[in-house]
T-cell receptor
């Protein structure tokens, strides 16, 4: 089955702790994206990557970091510098420029 | 001015009616336009995309694009209760990621 897999589905983070959200795709897509969604809000762009070993900041990159060492993988680290990390995190991928993006099932992160 | 704007709703229509969802965007360089449906607690799923001015139909869904007015809409014919969801409009241009509106909540009553 081709698709985008995010893990874990639910994640709990203690104050001051870094956590990494996994995103893997087997669609052979070049571009991958991370979005954050808060209750009742749209999707806000955190980071995106058009090709391996390259990525760009989105509108809300502060407190987050990413890597793109493989085409299939685009993990997101939520650092302790992100003061309000509780949200629904969505990973997406697309073939490339201006093409439709497909989403994973999301990771719901909660600070405890 | 926000890049992509949608009325948050809720938009309420009776079963069998036409639901009309609207979206405006600010960047005239935008080239691609997308509609996603998101059920509560789930991730967005693509409904339609449109690149050229005019209408594009797919089953009960019609996307309409007017680049001169910077306006894109989604019509849902014969609305069903299962269409009740939040509809997200997204736009993109070359080399950038999709930018989303906040979404319009649609409620279809039986």
């Amino acid at each position: 089955d081709g698709g985008i897999t995010q893990s874990p589905k639910y994640l709990f983070r203690k104050e001051g702790q870094n956590v990494t959200l996994s995103c893997e795709q087997n669609l052979n897509h070049d571009a991958m994206y991370w979005y954050r969604q808060d209750p009742g809000q749209g999707l806000r762009l955190i980071y995106y990557s058009q090709i391996v070993n390259d990525f760009q900041k989105g509108d809300i990159a502060e407190g987050y970091s990413v890597s793109r060492e493989k085409k299939e993988s685009f993990p997101l680290t939520v650092t302790s510098a992100q003061k309000n990390p509780t949200a629904f995190y969505l990973c997406a991928s697309s073939l490339g420029r201006n093409t439709e993006a497909f989403f994973g099932q999301g990771t719901r992160l909660t600070v405890v | 001015q926000k890049e992509v704007e949608q009325n948050s709703g809720p938009l309420s229509v009776p079963e069998g009616a036409i639901a009309s969802l609207n979206c405006t965007y600010s960047d005239r360089g935008s080239q691609s336009f997308f509609w996603y449906r998101q059920y509560s607690g789930k991730s967005p799923e693509l409904i339609m995309f449109i690149y050229s001015n005019g209408d594009k139909e797919d089953g009960r869904f019609t996307a309409q694009l007017n680049k001169a007015s910077q306006y894109v809409s989604l019509l849902i014919r014969d609305s069903q209760p299962s269409d009740s969801a939040t509809y997200l409009c997204a736009v993109s241009k070359a080399g950038t990621a999709l930018i989303f509106g906040k979404g319009t909540t649609l409620s279809v009553s039986s």
